[in-house]
């Protein structure tokens, strides 16, 4: 096995992401953009998407990452339009998109584009959140485009199930796909139920971090796998655990918790990099393998599916939006009314991914018995292709522009300084009171000096978040809690390079150097953490 192709796409792919964060271009269009043109570069690999490797080795993870770092408090207040958007829009953007392709392509059958409508339905995950992260939307919006992409993806792969069970002769009625749809759905849920709580008493008894950070790299496949064993979403499945880890991770150790935030970012950031360069790298297999739709047909096939696409969007989210209102009393009471801008931005941001791809590129060569070829199925490749890199690129673009463009309030940071400051007031009195019922027992007496350690600790955890309220310097620009931490990381560099000569001179040796490093690494950790 040549492991060298694997190594440039990881490799070229983060070093093109690491590049995207001095451009105010989104990395995901430039890591797309980058993958189009090397495609056609001689001497680079022809990368296939294998959705053997994407859906169950890729995809689980970056669910994980995603759900993990999402809400459950904030996807439940907005379960209604989530579900609405993961379920409802699915289905009706196969069926509007199927339709239209249908109508527009000659010998196309219906099952086939049914087969299209199903791919292209899904907004992707990983799309969504690395474009709401950069352009910093409104949290209630976030909330929705993170949640629909998180449980979308299930509702696809059913669709797409039973569209190709008609389309390659297994046969397929609505009874069946009503079933297999709900066997998916509950038993995706069903599956993620029964392993969450065990495996959070596993995480929380494990005493080793490295032991309880393989467990937590391993539980995204071990859900997604277990799930499709009883032909369950594996997707909901992953979904559905991560919740609840990233619900109850307080309970976990905090060194556990130290490790596997960075492990997880590099994981997230190495899988979504390559994800988006692999997109682009498929232009040169897709429209290799297009045949007889060769041309100005094949161009036209694509516009028209973008804009279909796009459009059942619209037609779809806006009554999703406020049909809910005008039907329900208790909905207008207990919920603000919504503009019109927020639906247009969740509307536009339906970026589509990798696991259209995927799936895509899963459709079989043959029809059953193995004879016949799958009619079209290099013309859905190419339409799929064509949708993805049209979403990505006009919707990606121009997304940032159009929410500068419509005002939308977004997070107001003094507000949230002001929520933490509270947060943090009220947790510091209640360490003090613990710290002094501790004090009062004889079997905890400390010297002086040392409470009162403890106690200038708690103040200035206490003091930290009002400080950024305070005044600005008017020579340097920062905070007095600014200073504080830049000053704070001087002295550990000065400490870290007189531990480095002291080991050096040999009057200290490495394993003392390394213990005593991570001590300072610890301590600037957490005035990075401050800081952020």
Do not use: C
Request: hydrophobic letters at 50%; glycine letters at 6%.
């Amino acid at each position: 096995m040549d492991v060298m192709p694997l190594l440039l796409l990881v490799a070229g792919s983060a070093a093109i992401a690491a590049a995207a964060r001095r451009t105010p271009v989104p990395a995901p269009l430039l890591l797309v953009a980058a993958g189009l043109v090397f495609s056609y570069v001689p001497g680079v690999p022809e990368y296939t998407l294998d959705p053997d490797i994407v859906l169950p080795l890729v995809l689980p993870p970056l669910l994980h990452s995603a759900a993990t770092d999402s809400s459950y408090l904030d996807l439940r207040a907005q379960l209604r339009p989530v579900a609405l958007l993961s379920v409802g829009y699915v289905l009706f953007a196969t069926f509007v998109v199927g339709w239209a392709a249908y109508q527009l392509v000659p010998g196309l059958s219906l099952t086939g584009a049914l087969v299209l409508g199903a791919v292209v339905a899904p907004p992707d995950a990983v799309a969504a959140t690395a474009v709401a992260r950069r352009v910093g939307l409104p949290s209630r919006i976030t909330t929705i485009l993170q949640g629909e992409s998180l449980v979308n993806d299930a509702t696809a792969i059913t669709a797409y199930r039973v569209a190709l069970a008609a389309a390659i002769g297994e046969g397929a009625s609505w009874a069946g796909g009503i079933g297999e749809f709900l066997l998916a759905a509950v038993g995706g849920v069903a599956v993620g139920l029964v392993l969450m709580v065990p495996i959070h008493w596993l995480r929380t008894h494990l005493k080793e971090p490295l032991l309880q950070n393989t467990l937590s790299l391993l539980i995204p496949f071990v859900a997604y796998a277990a799930a499709e064993q009883f032909h369950a979403s594996g997707v909901l499945a992953v979904v559905v655990v991560a919740l609840f880890l990233g619900h109850r991770a307080w309970e976990v150790d905090f060194a556990t918790r130290l490790q596997e935030d960075a492990v997880w970012k590099m994981v997230a950031f190495v899988l979504e990099s390559s994800v988006f360069a692999l997109i682009g790298l498929q232009l040169r297999v897709v429209v290799k393998g297009l045949g007889e739709y060769e041309g100005g047909d094949a161009a036209w096939y694509a516009v028209a599916v973008f804009l279909v696409v796009v459009a059942s969007r619209f037609v779809w989210v806006y009554p999703a939006m406020f049909l809910p209102r005008l039907l329900s009393a208790r909905i207008r009471e207990r919920e603000e009314n919504p503009t019109w801008k927020g639906p247009f931005v969740i509307a536009w941001a339906g970026m589509r991914g990798v696991v259209s791809l995927a799936i895509a590129f899963s459709i079989p060569e043959t029809l059953h018995g193995g004879e016949e070829p799958f009619p079209g199925r290099n013309l859905i490749l190419f339409l799929t292709f064509t949708t993805v890199i049209g979403t990505l690129v006009v919707q990606g673009v121009t997304l940032p522009p159009l929410i500068r463009m419509l005002r939308l309030p977004g997070r107001d940071p003094q507000a949230e300084t002001l929520a933490e400051a509270n947060a943090q007031a009220q947790a510091s009195r209640a360490a003090e009171r613990r710290l002094d019922e501790l004090l009062s027992d004889e079997r905890n007496a400390l010297p002086e000096p040392l409470a009162d350690r403890l106690r200038r600790v708690l103040e200035r955890r206490r003091n930290a978040v009002w400080e950024r309220l305070g005044q600005v310097n008017p020579i340097t620009g920062e905070t007095v809690d600014d200073t504080y931490r830049r000053l704070s990381r001087e002295m550990i560099s000065a400490e870290r390079e007189i531990f480095v000569k002291l080991r050096d001179g040999r009057y200290i040796d490495d394993e003392m150097l390394r213990t005593l490093l991570r001590r300072l690494d610890l301590e600037e950790a957490a005035a990075y953490r401050e800081a952020a």
